[in-house]
């Protein structure tokens, strides 16, 4: 899962420790969500979500997802009907 | 630079405080461990009293040690608490996978000692260690 983590957080000047002391969490476990090498869970994401003042989508990002956001399964089925 | 509010408690101070009470508890364990096995021998001539009391503190203080690790397991983060559990896991199944094969060499005296609870002891630790730090070095 691709998430926009590592931007946000520059974008306030806030460092790893201080965001992981907001969310609660280890500064490990901020760095490897933000590198990409851990999904957070469902709780932690709505807490980051809660914390930037967004919506979980508008943080993290299903790769196999459209850049739109769209599914590309459903365009594909929907495609096979017209 | 915008404002962040904390958590109240602090993770890192309450994994501090969550992990110095486990340490005191494995080290008790350890200490009344030794008591238990060495006591009869060197401290109360082998009276069976002292033994089962012994015994009876070294269990009591195990308990004690499972709950501080069970506490110290609930205070971690998600990652950690995969890495620790990732851990436990290769550990446990190091510990059958040898564990068995080392009592069956014991049994046909292939091995010219005695299969001890020790070994499998000093292993387990081991392969916990070596596992934790993959793990954590892994997602560093």
Known sequence: MRNRLKVLRAERNWTQAQLADALDVSRQTINAIETGKFDPSLPLAFRAARLFGLRIEEIFHDPALNEDGSNPATKIKRDAYM | MSELTTSGSG???RIRASATRLVCWQ???VV????MAFGPKFLWSKALLFTLLAVALDVAVGVGMILATKMYVMELDELQRKVYFNALGVTVGVAVIAGIPF?????????PFKADIGYLVILM????????LYGTRRYR
């Open chain 2, 11 to 13: 993770y890192r101070s």
């Open chain 2, 125 to 132: 630790g081991l392969t916990f260690f070596v596992s934790f």
């Open chain 2, 27 to 29: 080290g008790a364990w």
């Open chain 2, 103 to 111: 009592s069956v060499m014991d049994m046909y005296h292939v091995i």
């Open chain 2, 32 to 35: 009344f461990t030794a008591l």
